[in-house]
């Protein structure tokens, strides 16, 4: 099993220019989310999927878009690439089941550090 | 809204003990769990607790007061590998909020 994994590890964008982090699992997963880490702060979610066609935005979705087509994959699209969009980006996944006390603890991707001048 | 409180930063001595508290506001609560982050990595998953009490896990245990809005992360035996930035956060239905994070130093 390799988990989550992301791609790329890390890349440079100049302002305007887009682009598509990829993230995939391999735990068959369900839920699958994508968060953003800048220094000192915690992570916010950007977007979530409870299963393959259904997408939700979280806290800071402005930006950005995603799909989840299977099960495995979730990429996160940045289309018009600005400053603030520098950051970590952390792709996690969990299973849930519909039935009460469920954990649903979530692991996460090494991460994509993303440089946009 | 949801709101998470913890400590900036704590420094610790090797073999020591260390207390890591979270308060937390929140409209809706289904449960709250502690991860650690080495710098440059990813967070790993350290504990959950959805009902009061103590949870232990080794030299690691977490404590939950729901009445209280307020968890607390015991590390015991400190060793230096355990300096990391530990991520409280919040679970309403099957999304996490985080609070900011400790960065925990622990010295020789």
């Known amino acids: 099993n390799a988990g989550v994994t992301q791609t790329p590890k890390f890349r440079i964008l100049k302002i305007g220019q887009s682009m598509t982090l990829q993230c995939a699992q391999d735990m068959n997963h369900n839920y699958m989310y994508w968060y953003r880490q800048d220094p000192g702060m915690g992570l916010k979610l950007i977007y979530y999927s409870v299963g393959a066609g259904i997408t939700d935005k979280g806290e800071v979705p402005n930006g950005y878009n995603v799909s989840r087509s299977t099960t495995e994959d979730f990429p996160l699209r940045l289309e018009l690439a600005a400053p603030s969009q520098t950051s970590v980006y952390f792709c996690?996944?969990?299973?849930?089941?519909?039935?009460?006390?469920?954990?649903?603890?979530?692991?996460f991707g090494p991460g994509t550090r993303l440089l946009v001048l | 809204g949801q709101n998470i409180d913890q400590p900036t930063e704590m420094t610790a001595t090797e073999g020591a003990i260390v207390q890591i508290n979270c308060t937390y506001q929140?409209?809706?609560?289904?449960?709250l769990f502690w991860y650690q982050q080495h710098a440059g990595e990813a967070p790993t998953f350290l504990s959950y607790n959805v009902l009061d009490g103590l949870e232990e896990k080794g030299r690691f245990s977490s404590f939950l007061s729901r009445s209280k809005g307020y968890s607390y992360l015991l590390l015991k035996e400190l060793q230096m590998k355990d300096s990391a930035s530990y991520l409280c956060a919040v679970r309403r239905y099957s999304t996490l909020t985080f609070g900011k994070g400790t960065m925990l130093l622990v010295s020789p």
């Open positions: 929140t409209s809706g609560f289904n449960g």
């Open positions: 996690a996944s969990s299973y849930s089941r519909k039935t009460s006390g469920n954990q649903e603890t979530q692991y």
